[in-house]
Nanobody, 119 residues
């Protein structure tokens, strides 16, 4: 499975960015998808994830500012980031979990896209 992320860049505090990540090449169904981030000197941490049914989960630090969504027909997950803060600066990684029916077939990571929030 290949995950291709896009949409990162430099934005001023208070600004917005939208990340996209498309999964391709899987012979299994892509169910859970999500975003993690890793800031300099910190461990990678969950930002948000979403099931194929649309149930979303967010880190407390991004609730009410970020929105995760997906297009199942395109195996694509999005992360709309509003009211960005300097502490949101990180490399953002998308993830996907593949299943065959109820059997987990593997988890996959994208290469990451850099988001820099700075004036």
């Amino acid at each position: 499975v290949q995950l291709q992320a896009s949409g990162g860049g430099l934005v001023q505090p208070g600004g917005s960015l939208r990340l996209s990540c498309a999964a391709s090449g899987s012979i299994f169904s892509i169910k859970d998808m999500g975003w993690y981030r890793q800031a300099p000197g910190k461990q990678r941490a969950l930002v948000a994830d979403i099931t194929s049914g649309g149930s979303a989960n967010y880190a407390d630090s991004v609730k009410a500012r970020f929105t995760i969504s997906r297009d199942n027909t395109k195996n694509t997950v999005y992360l709309q980031m509003n009211s960005l803060k300097p502490e949101d600066t990180a490399v953002y990684y998308c993830t996907a979990a593949a299943y065959s029916g109820s059997v987990y077939r593997g988890g996959y990571w994208g290469r990451g896209t850099l988001v820099t929030v700075s004036s």
